[in-house]
């Protein structure tokens, strides 16, 4: 168990991409904390950094206290879960799971009951003899996650180990590797690009873009409280809508206006409108989620849009449309209601509640 | 469909031309080692070249008669097998140097080697030569092997076939532990089987039938290997050819029987590593 800091950090690659531009993140003991963005964002650089397998351009990185940047991967007592899990093709499962004790120069009664334990607890007990090129994906996962658990390591590293099983096994195994994480209680930093996966492992997920963090906090925060559009747009599926718009007060109630069309400001909003009074006549970027449209029926505050096609869940629809409203963007609604048709006019009824607001440089405005 | 059996046909025949091609100086050999020695010249030019007419083991009695054959032989078997195993370390160490670890002067270094793979031994054996006669390593089996441990050739292919492997096994071994080193014996060399057989069969091939500097850096039969012996079929009169040849099937059989037991592994390092064969 410890605690996992990482002090502005930067690396730079030879060729000059910034992978990391001032990463400060610090993983509290027994966390289990999800970096999530998309590929090329740099999540997976800090990974490899705290592993030891790159070495920073600048900052400092400490395992409780204690500054581990010159230190080789194997003096670093972590665990790392690779995306292909990297299980030793010439050897056995028992062979795998027995390498990290071996070179720990664990003596031969304790490695084996060691390897039994991390066996049993990963239901690999049959398998023992086998090897990895005779294993199903789920069985090498949990060949890699057993690697990873029998040396009993300060922090455990996964680097988007789900990414290469089905849909079906992805979500028991993400439950699985939870339920380990929780009864071990070792720091955990786990990657992936998958924001579902990040919001459904994370105690705290870190949103990470252009090799800097966008905003660090539980699952549910960045989803209710995106700091940047950059969050607002990668956490939730589909991610929230962003159109422009500029605001104006009337009557005292604030109005969002797109173009022709008005809509008004709840007194209920997670914005309060007494904020949003200041910013009127600035150009602003407006925020809806998907499942925050209505159906709408020409009442007021109710918008037209065209869909241009509809993807059918079971319970509900994603309706994909273009607006005149929208600035040209395409944007998604989510309906409950099953009877909506491709290339059919519609009216929509945002809930003007849920309306989120950020600069025109894409801060969020609370 | 019809186009496809002539392709094949035509493959067939072109494979069977080009194997009679390569087999029929073997044969040539074999066939002229088992006959007297009058009857050798006399049916070079025809078909009977290639069946003896009686089977007659007198060229191969003749060999050990006239050369201490048992000599040579474990000469040669010394020489090549350490340029062999030391080799296979040297050169893989190397190889691994250049594919993974990172250090200054790396790239550099590594075009150096890739030259060095077009520098024929005749080029540099007389400076070679000057420098172990200084060393007073002459007539020794170590001037026979040493040079010939590094090989440029040899680096190139443990390099080539490293970089295509996982680099996640060997940073799964970092973490797990294991020192570079380990890393390479553990992991990296039981995973690369095939591009040490083919180097292993390569050098092989090369050094059993090392003439020029043997000849250079030797002058007695005490560590000379098994080209040179030939040469005393020349240069001790009466020229018997069938005993030549008797000398050349013995010679060679070591090499077909390495080829032979190692083939499959030699076609799988050919492929992976992306010589052409």
Redo the contacts between chains.
């Keep these: 168990m410890a605690q996992v800091q990482f002090q502005h950090v930067y690396k730079t690659y030879d060729d000059g991409t910034q992978a990391l531009v001032d990463f400060d993140l610090q993983v509290q003991d027994g966390e289990f904390m999800v970096l999530v963005g998309s590929s090329g964002c740099g999540k997976s650089t800090a990974l490899r950094l705290l592993?030891?397998?790159e070495t920073l351009t600048a900052g400092n990185i400490l395992i409780d206290d204690d500054d581990i940047n010159d230190k080789?991967?194997?003096q670093?007592n972590?665990?790392?879960v690779?995306?292909?899990y990297?299980?030793?093709?010439?050897m056995t499962v028992r062979q795998n799971l027995a390498?990290?004790l071996k070179?720990?120069k664990r003596g031969r009664a304790d490695t084996e009951r060691r390897v039994q334990q991390a066996a049993a607890l990963l239901e690999l007990t049959a398998l023992l003899e086998r090897k990895p090129g005779q294993l199903s994906g789920g069985q090498r996962q949990r060949v890699a996650m057993g690697?990873a658990i029998v040396?009993e390591p300060r922090v455990f590293l996964m680097d988007e180990p789900l990414s290469n099983l089905d849909a079906r096994l992805r979500v028991s195994i993400r439950a699985d590797i939870a339920g380990l994480q929780k009864k071990m209680g070792t720091t955990t930093l786990y990657v992936t690009h998958d924001q579902v996966e990040a919001m459904t492992l994370g105690e705290r997920v870190a949103v990470m873009n252009e090799g800097r963090l966008q905003q660090l906090g539980a699952p549910q925060d960045l989803y209710e409280k995106p700091a940047n559009t950059f969050v607002a747009g990668f956490i939730g599926n589909p991610g929230m809508n962003l159109f422009s718009a500029q605001l104006a007060k009337v009557d005292n109630r604030i109005q969002v206006m797109l173009g022709d069309y008005k809509i008004t400001v709840s007194d209920t909003n997670v914005v309060a409108p007494d904020t949003l009074a200041s910013c009127t006549g600035q150009d602003l970027i407006v925020g809806l989620r998907p499942e925050s449209f209505i159906p709408g029926s020409g009442d007021d505050d109710t918008l037209p849009a065209r869909i241009s096609s509809v993807e059918t869940l079971g319970h509900e629809q994603l309706i994909y449309f273009t607006a005149p409203w929208s600035g040209g963007k395409t944007l998604v609604a989510r309906q409950g209601s099953l009877q909506h048709i491709a290339h059919h006019e519609v009216l929509l009824k945002p809930d003007t509640s849920q309306l989120y607001f950020f600069t025109a440089e894409g801060v969020a405005i609370y | 469909m019809p186009h496809n059996i002539v392709l094949r046909l035509t493959s067939y025949a072109a494979l069977v031309v080009a194997a009679l091609l390569f087999v029929a100086p073997l044969l040539f050999m074999f066939a002229g080692s088992l006959k007297p020695d009058d009857q050798v010249l006399l049916e070079a030019g025809s078909w009977r070249a290639f069946l003896p007419d009686t089977i007659a083991w007198q060229n191969y009695l003749d060999v050990f008669a006239r050369v201490r054959f048992g000599r040579y032989l474990m000469n040669s078997l010394f020489i090549t097998s350490m340029i062999v195993a030391a080799g296979l370390i040297v050169n893989s160490l190397a190889g691994y140097a250049f594919a993974r670890l990172q250090w200054t002067g790396r790239d550099i270094l590594f075009a150096g080697v890739l030259t060095i793979m077009i520098v024929p031994l005749e080029a540099i054996a007389v400076p070679l030569f000057y420098q172990v006669t200084l060393f007073g390593w002459r007539d020794t089996y170590i001037v026979q092997i040493l040079p010939f441990l590094a090989n440029a050739f040899s680096i190139y292919l443990f390099y080539t076939f490293f970089i295509g492997l996982?680099r996640?096994?060997e940073?799964?071994?970092?973490?797990?532990?294991?020192?570079v080193l380990?890393t390479f014996v553990?992991?990296i060399v039981?995973?690369s089987k095939p591009v040490f057989a083919t180097v292993a069969i390569l050098t092989f091939l090369m050094q059993w039938g090392a003439f020029l500097w043997p000849l250079m850096v030797t002058s007695g039969e005490a560590v000379r290997p098994l080209p040179l012996a030939v040469s005393t079929f020349h240069s001790l009169p009466p020229l018997q050819w069938g005993d030549i040849f008797a000398f050349g099937v013995m010679m060679v059989s070591p090499v077909l029987i390495v080829f032979l037991l190692f083939q499959r592994w030699f076609v799988r390092g050919v492929v992976a590593t992306g010589i052409k064969g």
């Excluded at chain 2, 940073?171 to 020192?179: C, P």
């Design positions: 592993a030891g397998l080789p991967p194997q670093r972590i665990a790392m690779f995306q292909n990297a299980l030793y093709p010439h390498f990290p070179m720990m690697r040396r | 996982p996640e096994l940073e799964a071994a970092r973490i797990d532990g294991a020192s380990r553990s992991v039981p995973n």
